[in-house]
């Protein structure tokens, strides 16, 4: 069973979305029948890469807030964050683009390292405090830190087409399937799950998926006998 789940490096809920969604992963039963693809999904598309400024100044001129009403946000989503055991810095955060982080993990995917890139990507945005937007050598070595070459990142950064249009295809497939925020979630390409669900949530849709799961009918000659077939022992001779 695949799970696939679409979410932003600048996103705080897909930081929490993931940490409980893991939690329910956890204790599934099945867990190790289910692949996870994380795919992408860009909160600011249009935004710069040289273009980057604090979260506080972002959220005030974005949504209208006062600094006091995004502070108490913050405090909020701080708390909710340690909750699932996850560090995260409420001040002095930048808001930037997250195009390169997003085909940087498409290359991840590659080499099967796209959990432990994502998981590095979300802690030194939310919880170390050099920036990782606008500054190529610090995705080098937050990538590095994840498992992955340095020369194969390297190229990436030098490469704006590199893995770009993966990158978009994620994000007209977000689109298509309806998704207007993240953290998405499709399981087994039959339910969707929007936001951070608790992991409650994310435990009762991956029992509902796998319960419904269609076995393979198998479908038999005229005389209810299977063909020949070729396998790791061999072939089988037609005759015997």
Same mark, same amino acid.
């Given at each position: *069973?695949?799970?696939?789940?679409?979410?932003?490096?600048?996103?705080?809920?897909?930081?929490?979305?993931?940490?409980?969604?893991?939690?329910?992963?956890?204790? @599934?039963?099945?867990?190790?029948?289910?692949?996870?693809?994380?795919?992408? @999904?860009?909160?600011?598309?249009?935004?710069?890469?040289?273009?980057?400024?604090?979260?506080?100044?972002m959220l005030?001129?974005?949504?209208? *807030?006062?600094?006091?009403?995004?502070?108490?946000?913050?405090?909020?989503?701080?708390?909710?964050?340690?909750?699932?055991?996850l560090e995260?810095?409420?001040?002095?955060?930048?808001?930037?683009?997250?195009?390169? *982080?997003?085909?940087?993990?498409?290359?991840?995917r590659e080499?099967?390292?796209?959990?432990?890139?994502?998981?590095?990507?979300?802690?030194?945005? @939310?919880?170390?405090?050099?920036?990782?937007?606008?500054?190529?050598?610090?995705?080098?070595?937050?990538?590095?830190?994840?498992? +992955?070459?340095?020369?194969?990142?390297?190229?990436?950064?030098?490469?704006?087409?590199?893995?770009?249009?993966?990158?978009?295809?994620?994000?007209?497939?977000?689109?298509? +399937?309806?998704?207007?925020?993240?953290?998405? @979630?499709?399981?087994?390409?039959?339910?969707?799950?929007?936001?951070?669900?608790?992991?409650?949530?994310?435990?009762?849709?991956?029992?509902?998926?796998?319960?419904?799961?269609?076995?393979?009918? +198998?479908?038999?000659?005229?005389?209810?006998?299977?063909?020949?077939?070729?396998?790791?022992?061999?072939?089988?001779?037609?005759?015997?």
């Amino acid at each position: *069973m695949r799970v696939e789940i679409w979410s932003d490096i600048a996103c705080p809920w897909c930081y929490v979305g993931k940490a409980r969604f893991e939690k329910a992963l956890a204790a @599934f039963p099945h867990r190790d029948a289910v692949e996870v693809v994380h795919r992408s @999904f860009e909160l600011d598309p249009d935004r710069a890469k040289d273009d980057v400024q604090s979260v506080l100044s972002m959220l005030t001129a974005k949504y209208g *807030m006062s600094e006091a009403q995004v502070r108490a946000g913050e405090d909020d989503l701080g708390a909710q964050a340690a909750a699932e055991g996850l560090e995260y810095r409420t001040r002095d955060r930048d808001h930037g683009s997250t195009f390169d *982080m997003h085909r940087l993990l498409h290359l991840a995917r590659e080499h099967g390292r796209q959990g432990a890139l994502l998981d590095a990507l979300y802690r030194a945005n @939310f919880a170390e405090e050099a920036t990782v937007f606008n500054d190529d050598e610090r995705l080098v070595a937050v990538a590095t830190g994840a498992g +992955l070459a340095e020369d194969a990142v390297r190229a990436v950064l030098a490469d704006p087409a590199a893995h770009a249009d993966a990158v978009r295809a994620d994000e007209r497939e977000a689109a298509e +399937l309806g998704a207007r925020g993240v953290p998405f @979630f499709v399981i087994d390409q039959k339910y969707g799950v929007s936001g951070a669900q608790s992991a409650e949530v994310f435990d009762q849709v991956l029992t509902r998926a796998w319960g419904e799961r269609t076995p393979l009918t +198998l479908i038999r000659g005229g005389a209810g006998e299977d063909a020949e077939t070729c396998g790791p022992d061999g072939c089988a001779v037609p005759g015997h």
